[in-house]
């Protein structure tokens, strides 16, 4: 029963920032659009529609989303899922932040004596 609980606690937040993130783009699509265009602007020049709107969508996402019992048993999946995964350790991640490094490194090199080679024949060729 923890585990459930918990798991819904998750979800619950997870939709609620799901929703907060969907408010912000609205806030912003209107903010954006209301600079292009002059109808969206007089539409946004309501307060209402200004904030309102934004919270408006969020909340009714949010609402979708936490009673739909679809979405609901899908997202009880996920997190069961990633409570499963296995996380590296924190030295297994710093030794594999060297090697990507050092990779990045080795690869850049190559790439840049590649392009003054190719560099130095078109001047030749050139001229």
């Known amino acids: 029963m923890e585990t459930s609980t918990t798991n819904s606690k998750i979800l619950t937040m997870s939709f609620a920032a799901v929703g907060g993130l969907a408010g912000l783009t609205v806030h912003f699509l209107l903010k954006t659009f209301g600079a292009a265009f002059g109808v969206v602007a007089r539409f946004a020049d309501s307060d209402l529609v200004r904030h ?12 979708v989303l936490q009673f739909n019992s679809r979405v609901h048993a899908w ?15 924190r030295k297994d991640v710093v030794a594999m932040t ?3 490094i050092v ?3 080795i690869s ?18 050139a001229g």
Do not use: N, Q
């Open 98 to 100: 060297i090697v990507v």
């Open 103 to 105: 990779m990045v490194m």
């Open 75 to 89: 997202g009880e999946e996920v997190v069961t899922e990633i409570r499963k995964v296995v996380w590296p350790s």
């Open 108 to 125: 850049s090199a190559i790439i840049t004596c590649f392009d003054f080679f190719a560099g130095y024949l078109v001047r030749m060729i």
């Open 52 to 63: 309102g709107a934004p919270v408006l969508v969020g909340l009714l996402i949010f609402l």
